[in-house]
């Protein structure tokens, strides 16, 4: 059997294993749930309507102020804790509805209506200002929101990313906790093994922390190519984010879903031209 066939059974009878665990740890939880868990769930099957669904997905980074020595790329992904808070107040006083990757993907695939207004949170690279600074405005206002986490910086209890105790809780608190690979690396002109080592290693440490099968990811920097896309639909990865720019979301782009990025400068005023992008 060729080498590569073989890895994939290999990695099949992996996944296998991993769903039957996850099913025992979810017979003996005793979490209240505000939804069906579709994070255990299969993907719902498409019923066969191709659709398309304008839906902003906002691309926030860190929630703080930049430390003194910060650089260029540091200060440009920084929005003030005050500037996020006015962004909820104005999503919130605006009508929009913050809904997860997983309810906009049930509508693309099924038709289930989405509340009015919908938009999608997410905040990537898994910094520990998103505990300290997202986690409980997100909490007041009753949002859901998507994270994206680098795995190995709580392996390696890195000071500026959350710890998997700040992950678990979140996701215990319906947060999305999703994969963002392991070691942030580029996914463009990787070989197989370096793919399966960063894709599947990411996906099962978070269920192990959370007990909870992530079934969203998002590419980091935004770079992938055709093998890291096979690789992911070897596996449980249902939709992936890129940093691509764009609000329309279809049936078959499960893949490559575009986002809109918050910058350092996004004021309330920014925000609301993002939010009204008609591409
Ligand atoms: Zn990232």
Not at 159 to 176: F, K, L, N, R
Not at 181 to 189: A, E, I, M, Q, Y
Not at 252 to 267: C, F, K, V, Y
């Amino acid at each position: 059997m060729p080498r590569l066939q073989l890895k994939r059974l290999a990695l099949l009878a992996t996944l296998l294993l991993m769903s039957a665990a996850i099913a025992q740890v979810w017979a003996q939880a005793n979490m209240p749930l505000a939804s069906s868990p579709s994070w255990l769930a299969q993907s719902p099957a498409w019923d066969g309507t191709y659709r398309r669904i304008r839906v902003p997905i906002l691309m926030y980074h860190y929630v703080s102020n930049p430390p003194a020595d910060a650089d260029e790329y540091r200060i440009d992904l920084s929005l003030a804790p005050d500037v996020f808070e006015q962004h909820m107040e104005y999503l919130f006083y605006e009508g929009y509805t913050p809904i997860s990757l997983y309810q906009l993907h049930d509508a693309l695939m099924t038709g289930t209506k989405l509340p009015p207004k919908p938009v999608v949170l997410t905040f990537d690279d898994g910094y520990s200002d998103h505990y300290t600074s997202v986690f409980p405005v997100l909490r007041r206002y009753g949002y859901t929101a998507t994270f994206f986490i680098i795995t190995g910086m709580p392996d390696h209890s890195r000071p500026e990313y959350m710890t998997w105790e700040q992950i678990a809780e979140m996701a215990h608190a319906g947060m999305s906790m999703e994969s963002h690979t392991r070691d942030h690396p580029s996914l463009n002109g990787r070989d197989y093994d370096f793919l399966v080592y960063q894709l599947l290693g990411a996906q099962q440490s978070i269920e192990h922390f959370t007990g909870r099968q992530p079934h969203m990811f998002c590419y980091p920097g935004g770079r992938y190519d055709d093998l890291a896309l096979t690789v992911l639909r070897t596996m449980p990865v249902w939709r992936a984010v890129t940093t691509q720019t764009g609000s329309y979301h279809t049936t078959d782009n499960a893949l490559e879903m575009p986002r809109l990025r918050i910058s350092s400068d996004t004021g309330v005023a920014g925000l609301a031209m993002l939010l009204n992008t008609r591409r």
